[in-house]
């Protein structure tokens, strides 16, 4: 295709734009087949109660083994997928699989934490998330509350689809709303309220501005009160030092997820974990920050 570069010329061949368009349709080509050879796998990350210290959830996260390319990252297939509709049976996947986790921890004896999915509005707009996800916990006679979810800002507020009405039949359910990469979006408060949101996880990037910057700390401060006038939990991404750590239990922030406590793992050494949930030593609240 024809591309107007900056001098106003045209240009008619781009290598680059070539290389990326042509990996991406193979990735696409792939990806059509991957669900059926049975190439996609959930890791679990573990999210941590900055109070106690102990695990109070595990997020499912995909991972998609390419027979050639190794592991491809979500961000690289998920947008594809979205954009081929391949979202509608990769998401079904991925709450079937929760789901069937959950019930083989269950069988080997563990005591179960909820566990956390990501859905992208697509899977909102091609079918109801929500009749899939009531279905496989009956199946599997799981609690509600044995399942979380958690939308973008982008998704809660994505147009021509009835967020609203999926999400309040979630809550039927009992499985609870996170906000995930809160402050990337473009959410209002309204919103927020409105559409009954649980829970704030508060975009990595802020977590790692905390202890840069008397800005970042302040920023933070900020989102954890707005967050409890709404009456809903904040959760840190992105965890990595103790630096952070000490500041968010400072900040009174609910719970933390991160390399620090533990980076996405698969389904055998997660069930480790539930054997023994208490994941640190926490610092005491009381704790006087210095900056
Ligand atoms: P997310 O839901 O915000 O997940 C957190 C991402 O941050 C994960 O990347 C996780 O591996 C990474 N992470 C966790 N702790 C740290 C840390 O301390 N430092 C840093 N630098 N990164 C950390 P991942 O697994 O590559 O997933 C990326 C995104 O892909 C997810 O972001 C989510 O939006 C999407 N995704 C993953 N699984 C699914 C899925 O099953 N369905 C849908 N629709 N989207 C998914
Ligand atoms: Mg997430
Ligand atoms: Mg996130
Ligand atoms: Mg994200």
């Given at each position: 295709a024809a591309k107007r570069d900056r001098g106003g010329k045209f240009r008619f061949f781009d290598p680059d734009l070539y290389i990326a368009a042509t990996a991406r349709a193979q990735l696409r080509h792939s990806l059509q087949g991957a669900l059926a050879a049975e190439q996609f796998e959930l890791h679990y990350q573990p999210r941590v109660d900055?109070?106690?210290?102990?695990?109070c959830s595990m997020e499912a996260l995909l991972r998609w083994r390419h027979p050639d390319l190794g592991m491809v990252p979500p961000a690289k297939f998920i947008p594809i997928a979205e954009e081929s509709g391949l979202i509608g049976p990769i998401g079904r996947f991925v709450i079937e699989e929760a789901c069937h986790q959950l019930a083989l921890w269950r069988t080997a004896g563990l005591a179960l934490v909820p566990v956390s999915i990501n859905v992208s509005a697509h899977q909102f707009a091609h079918e109801g998330v929500h009749a899939h996800l009531a279905m496989h916990l009956a199946r599997h006679h799981l609690?509600?509350?044995m399942l979380e979810v958690e939308i973008t800002e982008s998704a809660m507020v994505a147009?021509?689809?009835d967020v609203q009405r999926e999400l309040a039949a979630l809550r039927e359910l009992g499985v609870r709303l996170h906000v995930d990469d809160f402050g990337t979006g473009y959410s209002s408060l309204a919103q927020l309220q409105r559409l009954n949101m649980d829970v704030l996880k508060i975009d990595r990037a802020f977590t790692s501005e905390l202890t840069v910057s008397p800005e970042g700390r302040v920023l933070f401060q900020a989102i954890v009160s707005m967050a409890k006038a709404l009456d809903m939990a904040v959760v840190a991404e992105g965890v990595e030092t103790a630096g952070q750590l000490e500041a968010l239990v400072a900040l009174g922030c609910d719970e933390g997820q991160g390399y620090l406590f533990a980076a996405p793992m698969p389904a055998r050494q997660a069930g480790a974990l539930l054997g023994r949930p208490q994941m640190m030593t926490m610092p005491a609240r009381s704790i006087e920050m210095s900056m």
């Open positions: 900055l109070a106690t210290g102990r695990l609690a509600g509350a147009e021509g689809v």
